[in-house]
């Protein structure tokens, strides 16, 4: 029987529709823009960076095609750059030397560490960003974990007492933001108080509030160089990939401790995440589109099985539709350029 034997439909599709017809106002590029519900501009970015000692000097990141860390002074001119981008902040993390690196991760209270020593050059050169620090034990640590290490058990509240130290020394450094990505219990309030105490009070937090033990940061411990050291995984303190009522528990604890923002980490696996927490709560809302992401994109399209600008904007274009203010990703500086032009 072929398509022309075959009985018509029973109805026709005004019939089914009742003449409602979606495509309407798909029909036209100038139509399609009208009704464009979210959008993405270069305010909702945050740039990620990494940063070395020393001066002058790059490193490739063989999972991050296109990312390098880098030394300050060249960190300093990707500051500049990305405001004259109109990137609204960065989002510093340090790749370590070897042997300043410790079971207590003590370097990151060092006010001359390389996070806060990019704090002041960026701060003193490019007063119009914003600098969020990352307080985390991890690329400090010989082992790699976000705590302190005893015993096989990442230790809660020395890890908090520690980080409360090192978030204050970032705040002198000229960290706008205090960036928790450690999962410590009490750790938004014990940071909160210790900036308030130290005359910090208008240094914001943004939380890590759900982060999720996730396979997708292999990259970046690439970047920070913390792959080769970490023993065993973060479940002890990170939360379940299968898990949503648990991660609206944290986000409401992180919340009443006195987190200004919240983030969801990982990205494009957990936007049901982000719009339940910015259904729920309300408060500016983030994602972080880690290093395993941009890392899935960058490879498909190297091999030419993915068009790899269309792939990046969606991706982004998706966090906004999922009700986040911002996102934290490794394409801001070319999203900027591209949404520029
Ligand atoms: C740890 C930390 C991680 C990332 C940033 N800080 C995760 C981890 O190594 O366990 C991941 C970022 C990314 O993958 O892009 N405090």
Not at 76 to 81: D, I, K, Y
Request: hydrophobic share 40%.
């Amino acid at each position: 029987m072929n398509h022309m034997d075959r009985p018509p439909l029973p109805r026709s599709v005004d019939e089914i529709t009742g003449s409602r017809r979606l495509r309407r106002m798909r029909k036209a590029d100038w139509s399609r823009r009208m009704v464009q519900e979210t959008r993405l501009t270069v305010d909702d970015l945050i740039w990620p960076i990494f940063i070395i000692e020393g001066e002058n000097r790059t490193e490739d990141i063989a999972a991050m095609p296109g990312v390098k860390r880098m030394t300050v002074d060249l960190a300093v001119r990707e500051a500049e750059r990305a405001a004259k981008l109109g990137i609204p902040a960065l989002a510093t993390f340090p790749n370590i030397a070897l042997d300043k690196r410790d079971q207590t991760g003590s370097h990151i209270l060092d006010a001359d560490n390389v996070i806060n020593k990019a704090s002041r050059a960026i701060k003193a050169a490019v007063p119009d960003i914003g600098i969020i620090t990352d307080v985390a034990l991890d690329p400090f640590t010989s082992h790699g974990h976000d705590g302190i290490l005893r015993d096989g058990i990442i230790v809660n509240d020395e890890t908090v007492e520690l980080l409360a130290r090192a978030a204050v020394g970032q705040a002198e450094a000229g960290a706008d933001i205090i960036a928790p990505s450690d999962m410590m219990d009490g750790r938004i309030g014990a940071i909160r108080d210790a900036l308030d105490g130290a005359g910090f009070q208008d240094v914001a937090i943004m939380s890590y509030a759900t982060k999720f033990a996730s396979g997708f940061y292999g990259p970046y411990r690439e970047a920070v160089g913390t792959g080769g050291l970490l023993k065993g995984d973060k479940k002890t303190y990170y939360i379940d990939p299968s898990n949503s009522e648990e991660a609206i528990r944290e986000t409401e604890a992180d919340i009443a401790e006195g987190a200004d923002m919240v983030m969801v980490k990982p990205g494009m696996p957990y936007l049901d995440i982000c719009r339940r927490l910015k259904d729920t709560f309300g408060l500016p809302t983030f994602a972080y589109q880690v290093s395993g992401e941009y890392a899935m994109i960058k490879a498909a399209a190297a091999n030419g099985w993915l068009d790899h600008d269309r792939a990046m904007m969606e991706s982004l274009a998706a966090f906004k539709r999922a009700g986040c203010d911002g996102i934290l990703t490794y394409f801001a500086p070319q999203v900027a350029e591209m949404l520029k032009g």
